[in-house]
């Protein structure tokens, strides 16, 4: 029988050492908050269809970190995953897995669209499922998802499948919040804008400075593990590209076709 969460004290839980799982860790903004998360003493995994992406010398640096191979449109390999915790606990999951291909500058093909629902969308659904039922029986635990602020576009014709799986993450996210938040269990949407990561470098030719407000994966990983410390339920950064957000929501959809 599950019953209600009850929370430590914050500064008790602050000091724990935390079970985190962080699917889509192996690489970018997931192992950014990985590189924090190990230096404040926790015991981290990370999951990812390529673990061997993790550098050999932060594995050396960190014994505790476990690197796991994981395909998130799997469903039974993600519950399989979350059931690897079931004896030591799970006291947070982060799904930072995600995928993303330009529209603007490719036609997407059918298979690549495929994979952005599957991985964008239906892997949270897996692994919030998953999760969800191993927090219940544990009596404790937090959610968070790394969206994306195309997902607060209401049109956008540039990428508009991209957008409409990171709506969907949105939506998704705040249904599990409001589902179970009678039970004391926290789940934490993140809104980043552009991260200089390496994936967003590819996509630009090597270089993303162009990109309005870039943030470094330093900066973005401080900003997610301290939203997520203070159990925040929307953690939307940076606030000038909120802003610069919600006026293109104000044009017409039209108009939208013209930005870069």
């Not at 924090?36 to 269809?49: I, N, P």
């Not at 014709?157 to 998704?172: D, E, F, L, W």
């Not at 990561?197 to 993303?208: F, I, S, V, W």
Request: glycine share 8%; aromatic share 6%; proline share 4%.
């Amino acid at each position: 029988m599950t019953g209600n969460i009850h929370h430590a004290p914050a500064q008790q839980s602050a000091n724990r050492r935390q079970q985190i799982l962080i699917i889509g860790g192996t690489s970018g903004i997931g192992l950014a908050v990985a590189r924090r998360y190990l230096a404040q003493g926790h015991q981290v995994s990370v999951a990812g269809r390529h673990p061997h992406k993790v550098p050999f010398a932060l594995r050396e640096q960190y014994p505790q970190l476990q690197c796991l191979q994981l395909d998130i449109r799997d469903a039974a390999a993600v519950r399989d995953c979350i059931a690897i915790f079931s004896g030591s606990g799970l006291d947070l999951l982060l799904v930072s897995a995600g995928m993303y291909f330009n529209a603007r500058s490719q036609q997407l093909t059918a298979t690549q669209c495929a994979d952005m629902i599957a991985i964008n969308v239906h892997g949270v659904q897996y692994a919030f499922e998953a999760a969800t039922q191993q927090m219940l029986r544990q009596g404790r635990g937090q959610l968070a998802v790394i969206a994306s602020v195309a997902g607060l576009l209401k049109a956008d014709p540039g990428a508009s499948v991209y957008s409409a799986t990171k709506r969907q993450v949105i939506q998704i996210a705040d249904t599990y919040r409001r589902a179970y938040a009678p039970f004391g269990l926290q789940v934490s949407t993140i809104i980043p804008g552009y991260i200089n990561t390496a994936r967003l470098r590819e996509l630009n030719g090597g270089d993303a400075s162009h990109k309005p407000f870039l943030l470094s994966e330093d900066d973005a990983a401080q900003r997610i593990t301290d939203g997520i410390a203070q159990r925040k339920a929307i953690i939307a950064f940076p606030r000038r590209m909120i802003w610069l957000i919600r006026l293109l929501n104000l044009l017409p959809a039209c108009l939208l076709q013209f930005r870069k």
